[in-house]
């Protein structure tokens, strides 16, 4: 019997057992987008099991909205070509092609949202939008967030419509504000009464949704806008939005960030607001399942600004209270060892995910919770913490609380593994205590003798093997490869900013550094400075604190020699620049350097950083007005009048004034003949020896 014809390949064998599962009854189901137990794929392109979490129960299926028609979907696409190149006359032709899309965008708001070619536009509508429109696209969308937001592209939609809407509230507060003595009636629909609606929708499905890989971005904005956090922070911007987010932007205008990096203004209503999802979150969820969150990959970040939150606003109150989030997730007091509490939180210190909410517990618990959990969970074992690369980051945000007597007591138990950590390249532990010593006022010394053993007693063998000079440079390797190596070596970049930390610290760790850089020889000067993470090493010793006069003028000399070659290198460029301020005090050698760069001016003009160092050094103005030029270079104001030029005016006016009767101090001869008339810089008061 002749064998039946099959395509070969994977892709064509998991075809065939699809259609054989579909073709038998109680065949399995397709894992759908809202199954708890589906695999999800979180930011980072690490996948889970839904099944290793505690379950939550989910707001029911998405429904479907509808697809557009090939015409709509052709018409959409050219607008969202020409509000991408914003290539208008002017101000009202925008407006005006504005107003032509809404119109024809009317009813079908959802669908474009939902689809995936066009849910651009309709972030690039919402980015040039007034605030009349945003209100009026809010409400089109009104009941729909809870499914939107699950949505992979209309998820999106809702961050961008949030995100613009909240300086609305601000605005509308301020005028109602300045318009309450006037006889104004209030508008029907407030941004503010928008957003209130949007918590109300989304209130009771918090848990599921922070779980969710596309609604927990949107939930972390709400939450954000509610709490009157600046939109676009360091820190915030992390927690809001994944490295893998498609950025919509403007070619030729992008939107006013001005009230998105300051505070805001929010009413009372949204502080309410927070309560109560927060309430409504630990009312549904138990410990265990609060917990399960914690160590989830995308609920965590959500959790991580309602404990903030809590913190910033409570405080205390809340760290006390048996139904806050701290204390269900936290709740024994104190969380001695032994306890749930404190296994609990042993667990987070080693998590990746988990160990986030561990920093969000040491940096922002109040003054006597953070006592309690220092001595209780961290203090016993600060050497085992600092080794680890994840739990590190939470003793180093522990470190940066402590006060003077509990760091030096630290300082001196995290000592004798200083050369440990070296080894492993773990030196933000290192960093952060050199930088909380300066602060607190603790003696270092011990520190440096650490540091001094871990790299080395030779100066020159010290600086090369903390800043890993000559290790992956080479001059047979492209510079492309050079720069590959450095980019994937992120224990060059540690290393470097502990050293330029330990030049902030006058005194022996100073000159660890300082010393190292003076003992080496001209090949080893000009690779620390073509080196891209030791160059800025050098750069801080030119401009650190501190008496370093007498350092400066031991290696300008050196490096005046190189400046030519420096001026031209994408690198060390801005060593020269730094020249400047590592000058400060010495005109003759600042001068010297203008010298240099002067006889190389057409080889400096070549280069993009050669006119860079050109200009910053002003150049030109030494050209054409050298004595301006010297002027500045010796600290003076251009134009000023000197010092002798200041004496010459005060004895005129002292002459002029005395005038008509004979001053007091001037010289005669002793036949009495006329006075010596002392001029110039000669011009001082003389004693009368008549």
């Known amino acids: 019997m002749p064998k039946e014809h099959k395509k070969r390949g994977r892709r064509e064998e998991k075809k065939r057992k699809r259609e054989q599962d579909e073709d038998q009854p109680g065949s399995k189901r397709r894992k759908s987008e809202d199954d708890t137990d589906a695999e999800i794929i979180v930011d980072n392109g690490q996948q889970i099991d839904g099944a290793d979490h505690t379950p939550i129960p989910g707001p029911g299926e998405i429904p479907f909205y509808g697809l557009l028609d090939e015409e709509e979907q052709e018409y959409f696409k050219r607008a969202d070509s020409m509000l991408e190149l914003d290539q208008f006359n002017d101000a009202e032709e925008r407006a005006l092609f504005l107003a032509n899309v809404y119109k024809e965008a009317n009813g079908k708001e959802l669908k474009i949202a939902n689809s995936q070619s066009c849910s651009r536009l309709m972030e690039r509508l919402i980015l040039m939008s007034t605030p009349n429109q945003l209100k009026a696209l809010f409400q089109k969308l009104s009941g729909h967030f809870l499914h939107l937001a699950q949505h992979r592209f209309a998820s999106h939609c809702c961050e961008t419509l949030f995100t613009r809407s909240a300086p609305i509230v601000s605005e509308e507060i301020t005028a109602l504000t300045e318009a309450s003595s006037s006889?104004?009636?209030?508008?029907?629909?407030?941004?503010?009464?928008?957003?209130?609606?949007?918590?109300?929708?989304?209130?009771?499905?918090l848990g599921y949704l922070m779980a969710d890989q596309f609604a927990s971005h949107t939930l972390r904005v709400l939450i954000v806008v509610l709490s009157g956090r600046p939109l676009v922070d360091a820190h915030t911007t992390t927690l809001l939005q994944s490295r893998k987010k498609e950025h919509i932007t403007l070619n030729s205008r992008e939107p006013s960030t001005s009230a998105s990096t300051s505070t805001r203004t929010v009413p009372d209503s949204f502080q309410h607001a927070l309560d109560r999802m927060t309430k409504s979150m630990v009312?549904?969820?138990?410990?265990?399942?609060?917990?399960?969150?914690?160590?989830h990959p995308v609920a965590n970040p959500p959790l991580q600004l309602l404990l903030d939150l809590e913190f910033r606003r409570s405080g205390k109150s809340k760290a006390k209270d048996t139904n806050s989030l701290f204390r269900k997730l936290l709740p024994d007091d104190p969380p001695d060892e032994g306890t749930d509490s404190a296994s609990f939180f042993n667990a987070m210190l080693y998590d990746p995910i988990g160990s986030h909410l561990c920093e969000v517990l040491?940096?922002?618990?109040?003054?006597?919770?953070?006592?309690?959990?220092?001595?209780?969970?961290?203090?016993e074992k600060l050497q085992s913490l600092a080794k680890n690369e994840t739990a590190s980051y939470v003793l180093i945000k522990a470190l940066e609380r402590l006060n003077k007597e509990d760091l030096e007591r630290a300082m001196h138990e995290l000592?004798?593994?200083?050369?440990?950590?070296?080894?492993?390249?773990?030196?933000?532990?290192?960093?952060?205590?050199?930088?909380?010593?300066?602060?607190?006022?603790?003696?270092?010394?011990?520190?440096?003798?650490?540091?001094?053993?871990?790299?080395?007693?030779?100066?020159?063998?010290?600086?090369?093997k903390m800043l890993k000079l000559g290790l992956s440079s080479s001059e047979s390797m492209s510079e492309e490869r050079q720069k590959h190596i450095e980019s994937h070596d992120p224990s060059k970049a540690h290393t470097s900013l502990l050293a330029q930390s330990m030049l902030d610290v006058p005194g022996?760790?100073?000159?660890?550094?300082?010393?190292?850089?003076?003992?080496?020889?001209?090949?080893?000067?000009?690779?620390?400075?073509?080196?891209?993470?030791?160059?800025?090493?050098?750069?801080?010793?030119?401009?650190?604190?501190?008496?370093?006069?007498?350092?400066?003028?031991?290696?300008?000399p050196r490096l005046a020699s190189m400046t030519a070659d420096l001026a031209t290198d994408p690198v060390a460029s801005h060593v020269v620049d730094a020249f400047w301020k590592g000058t400060e005090g010495l005109p003759f050698i600042r001068e010297k350097l203008a010298e240099h760069l002067m006889q190389h001016e057409a080889t400096l003009r070549e280069s993009a950083p050669g006119r860079a160092v050109w200009r910053n050094w002003q150049m030109d103005t030494y050209k054409t007005k050298r004595f301006d030029w010297m002027a500045e270079a010796k600290g003076r104001i251009p134009g000023a009048k000197t010092g002798i030029e200041l004496a010459r005016e005060r004895y005129a006016n002292q002459k002029s004034g005395l005038s008509g009767s004979k001053p007091k101090g001037n010289m005669t001869r002793k036949g009495g003949g006329k006075p010596f008339q002392l001029t110039g810089a000669n011009a001082v008061l003389t004693v009368d020896r008549s």
């Open 508 to 556: 022996t760790l100073q000159d660890l550094i300082i010393e190292g850089i003076l003992s080496l020889d001209n090949t080893g000067l000009q690779q620390m400075v073509k080196d891209r993470s030791a160059t800025h090493v050098l750069q801080k010793s030119l401009a650190c604190a501190g008496d370093t006069i007498r350092y400066r003028r031991m290696i300008m």
């Open 283 to 295: 009312a549904d969820l138990d410990t265990t399942s609060l917990r399960a969150l914690a160590s």
């Open 362 to 379: 040491v940096t922002n618990s109040p003054g006597k919770t953070f006592k309690v959990l220092y001595q209780s969970l961290i203090h």
């Open 183 to 205: 006889d104004q009636t209030k508008e029907t629909t407030t941004a503010e009464q928008l957003f209130l609606d949007v918590s109300k929708e989304l209130e009771d499905n």
């Open 415 to 464: 000592c004798p593994q200083i050369e440990l950590l070296a080894e492993r390249s773990r030196t933000s532990v290192v960093k952060c205590l050199v930088e909380r010593c300066q602060v607190r006022g603790v003696n270092t010394e011990p520190l440096a003798v650490a540091l001094k053993e871990a790299y080395g007693q030779h100066p020159t063998e010290r600086l090369n």
